[in-house]
């Protein structure tokens, strides 16, 4: 479905639903940003998302 619209110059917003690799890939191949919830019950993806940040620091 996100392969439907036209993104340029826009942010993806998503919620927990959408955080996936899958969607994330789709919209990174278009060359956009995106932003998407992730729940504290998913522990393995939540420590690679700290571990991101604190990285970017």
Not at 1 to 10: N, P, R, S
Not at 23 to 34: A, P
Request: proline share 0%; net charge positive; hydrophobic share 40%.
């Amino acid at each position: 479905m996100i392969g439907l619209f036209d993104l340029k110059g826009k942010i993806v917003t998503g919620d927990a639903l959408h955080c996936n690799r899958r969607m994330v890939e789709r919209i990174v191949e278009k060359g956009r940003d995106y932003c998407i919830a992730l729940k504290g019950n998913q522990e393995s993806l939540l420590s690679d998302a700290r571990a991101c940040l604190l990285a970017a620091e």
